[in-house]
């Protein structure tokens, strides 16, 4: 009954807006890989459609899904995508970029590049009606601002380019925030499948790079690599050897 719930809520979102748009992080806690967001555009009629109705209780927190669910559920919105019944994206910052910015800063350019697959951020810029004495065809290029309401999981975002609600918890309350949960969480996951054939013994297929105890023993003991977050990893390489810096960061 719950997951029904997440399609109520942006109904009630939805209001006096022609779209809501979705977004969420993957990666913000781990050790090692980039950290990812995901943006999903649903409309009303999307949201009143028969595929919605029937489909909404298989959505959720994608960290609430099986890996199967999840990319069952990535087949599916391919396919709505590629109908036009929605628009998904998503971005990334890397771990150079996450050194630079911090993991806040970071997570804060991912969702950026997520949203920008959708809507650049002047769309979302106020503009100034037009003056009654104005030239017509100033009135005739007179283009409103987009008609969407951002949803981003999390507490608001300060020095944000999107005007947007933040929602604790939204991925479990926001059907479109659950659904962009899951593209960045399968995106996420599919590049750190891919770092694990770069980087062997570590187990990035695994546990995607998270903490996990068979983590932290191969850091231990293979050392760091330049897909790990060094300040992330401080505190377990205080005072221990780093054996395969030097093969890694050459």
Known sequence: MKRRQLR???????????????????????????VVAGA??????????????????RINDSKQLTA????????D???????????????????AEIAQLNILGATKLA???ALEGIYPPSAFERKVE???????????????????????????????????????QGDARSLCIAMASIIAKVTRDRLMSELDAQFAGYG??????????EHREAVLRLGRTPQHREMFLRKLLAGRPDPAQIDFLA
């Open 111 to 113: 969702m950026r590049r």
């Open 40 to 57: 999903v555009l649903v409309t009303r009629e999307f949201l009143e459609s028969r595929w919605a109705d029937v489909n909404a209780r």
């Open 204 to 213: 990035f297929a695994t546990h995607k790079g998270y903490g996990t105890e």
């Open 77 to 95: 919105f391919e396919a709505l995508a590629a109908e036009g019944k929605i628009h998904a994206h998503f971005g990334s910052a890397d771990v």
């Open 130 to 168: 037009p003056d009654l004495f104005s030239a017509l065809e100033e009135v005739a290029n007179f283009q409103p601002t987009v008609s969407a309401r951002v949803l981003i999981d999390g507490l608001p975002l300060r020095n944000f380019p999107y005007p947007h609600i933040g929602l604790v």
């Open 8 to 34: 109520g809520f942006d109904l009630k979102q939805i209001e006096n807006v022609a779209s809501l748009i979705g977004v969420d992080e993957a990666g913000r806690g781990a050790l090692a890989g980039p």
């Open 68 to 75: 199967a669910e999840r990319d069952s559920l990535w087949l």
